[in-house]
């Protein structure tokens, strides 16, 4: 872990194991391409039916290593009641400037946990004011180039996808990392909606679907409020009219 580090990846969850269920493909992916990636949790899980903040950090660390994070911040800006008020915008200002990402990955606010609407909203603030130089932090202003979404629970249409096939597996291996959390026949302890393994069928499936759609193996799929630029349109859809 580098405190100084920078990265031009900074992928955010408002709880440990987010990024991985929402964009983790995605994370393999860059990083094994060579570009810098980092992983920021706003909380430190401690409202989880399973497992204590203590293992859920131990596993938090074991996921960025697989998905080959640089690096993996925490905030502690609270479980179950997400705090979005200016002291939290500052801390999240704080590690955009130390970490001066060009992309930024965020929970999409359309969502079934309050804390996924709460953080997206306060993501894309910090971004924002991040880069006012009048705000005086004593660091200098960064601003992304922009916050993109992944979804969560809830289904919505994707701006564009990331084809995650080659890295599919890497994924599946750091969500496997919260062993506290998802399916484990041996655990004793209460199950929850996530620990059943339909849940974990449900995050393949998924990304199955999103594959069909790009007549690819699996994918990811993110929303931005602007479209992202594509170099080459014909390239885009390489391989589509042999597709579903
Ligand atoms: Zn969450």
Redesign the pocket.
């Known amino acids: 872990m580098n405190d100084q580090e920078a990265v031009e990846i900074l992928a955010v969850?408002?709880?440990p194991?987010?990024v991985e269920l929402g964009c983790g493909g995605t994370l393999a992916l860059l990083s094994r391409r060579g570009r810098r990636v980092g992983i920021l949790d706003l909380t430190r899980g401690e409202a989880g039916t399973r497992g204590t903040p203590e293992t859920r950090a131990a596993e938090a660390a074991d996921a960025a290593r697989i998905l080959g994070a640089l690096f993996r911040d925490g905030l502690d800006l609270g479980d179950g009641n997400l705090c979005t008020d200016r002291s939290a915008e500052l801390a999240v200002v704080e590690v955009i400037r130390r970490r001066r990402p060009r992309l930024v990955f965020a929970?999409l606010a359309f969502d079934r946990?309050p804390?996924?609407v709460r953080a997206s909203r306060l993501v894309t603030d910090a971004a924002f004011y991040a880069g006012l130089r009048s705000l005086e932090t004593g660091r200098p202003a960064h601003r992304p180039q922009q916050v993109v979404y992944y979804p969560?629970s809830f289904l919505a249409s994707p701006t564009f996808l990331v084809d995650v096939t080659e890295v599919f597996q890497i994924k599946l291996a750091a969500v496997h990392a919260f062993r506290s959390q998802f399916f484990d026949p041996e655990s004793k302890e209460p199950a929850t909606v996530i620990s059943s393994p339909e849940f974990l069928e449900g995050v393949t499936a998924r990304a199955r679907a999103f594959g069909q759609l790009a007549n690819t193996g699996a994918a990811e799929g993110f929303i931005s409020s602007r479209p992202p630029l594509l170099v080459d349109p014909l390239a885009a859809f390489d391989g589509f009219e042999t597709g579903f």
Do not use: F, K, L, W
């Open positions: 969850g408002a709880h194991d987010d929970p946990h804390d996924h969560s």
